[in-house]
């Protein structure tokens, strides 16, 4: 972005604010509880931990909106991150080595999220900064360097590593399906108001 480096700081934040808002005005065709339970993100959700997912896409929802990013991207996004994920196994035991030598989640996740979000009727541009974002949550496939993201990149991150813990036990953390169901509707009400302030009032 060259020539936003070059403008003067109030002009710089000032076209940040406007691209912001653009991204912001991306119309919401695809709710997170009909991307929720579709059969390909159960299935890859219950691999990587449900609990996580959930526990996630609620982090980047808060982040989104203190930061004045679109926070159904947002939560999307952090709901899908990890859907890439591979199960590597030796002899029944979790191999962490293979799995840190042959990881690729985050570039078979980007591509998974993208091919659910464009089946449920998502918006093209939204399933992509969707993508990029599951891509790019996680720099620990790519060679060292300064990867420089996008403030929705940034939150994806930052909301998973909130929920971290020690040994990658979050992905095998439980939660109740019904419950599940339950914290995602209730996001995808949150997400609704953000987006739609005058029902706030109502
Ligand atoms: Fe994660």
Known sequence: MPIL???GSSYGIL???????????LSRRV?????????????????SGVAHAVAVAFHAFR?????GVNPDLAAKAALLHDIGHYEWYTNGEWDYEKYKTNDIHAIK???????????????????????????????SYLPEGSLQQKPLQQIVK?????DEEPGGKHHYREIDPDVALKKIQQLD?????QLNPIQKSM
């Open 5 to 7: 480096l070059r403008v």
């Open 15 to 25: 076209f940040r604010t406007i691209l912001l808002r653009r991204e912001n005005v």
């Open 31 to 47: 709710t997170l509880t009909e991307v929720f339970t579709h059969p390909i993100a159960q299935k890859y959700l219950r691999r």
């Open 63 to 67: 982040l989104a909106v203190k930061h």
């Open 109 to 139: 996740g980007a591509e998974r999220a993208h091919k659910l979000l464009i089946r449920l009727g998502e918006e093209r541009r939204a399933a992509k900064e969707v993508a990029l974002a599951v891509l790019l949550h996680t720099d």
């Open 158 to 162: 930052l909301a998973d590593e909130l």
């Open 189 to 193: 009400e949150m997400i609704e108001k």
